[in-house]
């Protein structure tokens, strides 16, 4: 069973940047496929992008295509999201999440195990 700590997130203005990460313990971190995903107040939790265990292959939402970038580093146990040119609608609780079967798939039913995410604020 794998555990997931998500961190970097905060206040920035339209435009601005974030790196968000999601440290993982006590599991095989190598062997997950993971995601991000989040939740704005009044919404559904959403896919933003997912990446397979190897780094290889990557997935994203449209609404981040070009501006969001996952990536892993397996030798740390993290995977990251780097955000540019925030805009206000990316406003949301960030969730990290582990996928054991898939290859980063974009259902949240298809993740094992979540963080307990970190707060991302855009201001116009």
């Known amino acids: 069973q794998v555990q997931l700590v998500e961190s970097g997130g905060g206040l920035v203005q339209a435009g601005g940047s974030l790196r968000l990460s999601c440290a993982a313990s006590?599991?095989?971190?190598?062997?997950?496929?993971m995601g991000w995903f989040r939740q704005a107040p009044g919404k559904e939790r959403e896919f933003v992008a997912a990446?397979?265990?190897?780094?290889?292959?990557?997935k994203y939402a449209d609404s981040v295509k070009g501006r969001f970038t996952i990536s892993r580093d397996n030798a740390k146990n993290t995977v990251y999201l780097q955000m540019n040119s925030l805009k206000p609608e990316d406003t949301a609780v960030y969730y990290c999440?582990?996928?054991?079967?898939?290859?980063?798939?974009?259902?949240?039913?298809?993740?094992?195990?979540w963080g307990q995410g970190t707060q991302v604020t855009v201001s116009s």
């Open positions: 999440a582990a996928d054991s079967l898939g290859s980063g798939r974009v259902a949240t039913v298809a993740y094992d195990f």
């Open positions: 990446i397979s265990w190897s780094g290889g292959t990557t």
């Open positions: 006590r599991g095989a971190f190598s062997r997950y496929a």
